[in-house]
Structure formats: structure tokens, C-alpha cells
């Protein structure tokens, strides 16, 4: 009889490794090699549910601070404590030219739903004209700039609830993953046992 060896599928770990580095080709990288110990610790680089977890809700916080900041933000994040640093900088990058417009009008509105209703009536954004994408960028900043406090206390808010979703999505898919194959592998255990 032949025996045959049955792992769980490790899918959530298969799927990051194809497009992360390796921890060795990290570590062994010069330019990383500068920062001595700050940047080895394994959790910045390893794929387990925590980390990648981690890395998820650090990167959906960072990806709403304004203006180009938001790798910088996550790596900054990341790094203290200590969840995955490809992930959190990958994860930013739902916020795009394309979403990031509705996304500050889901905070502002959010914001003025935590403030009670405060702050002045919501007025929309300016279309975008890409022949002029410099005086669409200035009145786009404007606007921001014109919804004031409940687009801040909304970018805060909205930050938090999509990192503690996010976090809460990848602890609970992952777990999934790993109780399905399980359950997988123990019917081809006992398929393989008949």
C-alpha cells in the first residue's frame, strides 16, 4: 500500500510568497543591510495570520493620510510594530486617482454622523478635467481643504474602521482557510484509509 502524506493547504501563505521576497533575500539585500537590526525582525517580513493581519489594518489606516505620505506612513507604522512591511506598503495602495475621491466623501459624511451634523452642508466634488489636471488637482484641494473638521474627524474614523475591518477579515479568512483544509484532509484520510 502506497502512504501518502496530506498537509494543509497553506493557500493564504502560497499566494503572498509568490509575489513577496524571501526573508534571506532581505536580509541579504545592501541597501536593507544599512539598517542593521531595524529592519530583520521576522514578523516584517514572515507570513503568518498575525502579521499579515497587521499588515493589512496598518495599510488601510495609512492609506488615508492625505497626500503622498501613505507608504511612508505604513512603513512607519509597520515597523514598530512589527507586522508585515510588504503587505502594509501593498495595501495603501487601495486608495488610487480613482477611489480616493468617494472616499473622502464617505469620511467627511462619516464625520458629520460622529459630530452630530455639524459642520456645513456637503457640497460635491469638482468634476476632474485631465487637460488640466493642475487647476483639477487645486480645486479638488480646495474642496477637501473646504470641508474642514468633519472630513477630519471622518478621515480619522473611516481609517479605523476599515484597519479593525480589515484586520478582522484576514484573522477570519485565514482561519477559514486553515479549518478547510482540514476537514479536506481528513476526508482523503479517510478516503486513503478505506
Known amino acids: 500500500m502506497e502512504t501518502v502524506i496530506f498537509t494543509a493547504d ?11 521576497p524571501s526573508h534571506e533575500t532581505v536580509r541579504n539585500n545592501r541597501h536593507i543591510a544599512r539598517f542593521g537590526g531595524f529592519l530583520q525582525h521576522h ?9 499579515v493581519a497587521g499588515g493589512v489594518a496598518v495599510g488601510m489606516f495609512s492609506g488615508l493620510v492625505p497626500g503622498p505620505l501613505q507608504m511612508v506612513t505604513a512603513a512607519l507604522l509597520a515597523i514598530p510594530l512589527r507586522v508585515n512591511l510588504p503587505v502594509a506598503l501593498a495595501t495603501t495602495l487601495y486608495t488610487n486617482p ?12 462619516y464625520g458629520r454622523l460622529l459630530m452630530g451634523g455639524e459642520g456645513k452642508a456637503f457640497t460635491p466634488p469638482p468634476e476632474f478635467q485631465w487637460s488640466e489636471w ?7 484641494l480646495r474642496w477637501i481643504m473646504g470641508m474642514g473638521t468633519p472630513l477630519a474627524v471622518g478621515l480619522v474614523a473611516l481609517a479605523l474602521t476599515l484597519a479593525a475591518l480589515g484586520f478582522a477579515c484576514v484573522q477570519i479568512g485565514w482561519r477559514a482557510h486553515v479549518i478547510h483544509a482540514w476537514r479536506r484532509r481528513r476526508q482523503l484520510r479517510g ?3 478505506d
Open 10 to 20: 497553506p493557500m493564504p501563505r502560497k499566494f503572498f510568497k509568490k509575489y513577496l
Open 43 to 51: 514578523n516584517l517580513w514572515h507570513l503568518n495570520r498575525h502579521s
Open 98 to 109: 480613482f477611489t480616493i475621491g468617494p472616499l473622502y466623501v464617505l469620511a467627511y459624511l
Open 134 to 140: 493642475g487647476a483639477s488637482l487645486d480645486a479638488f
Open 191 to 193: 478516503k486513503h484509509a
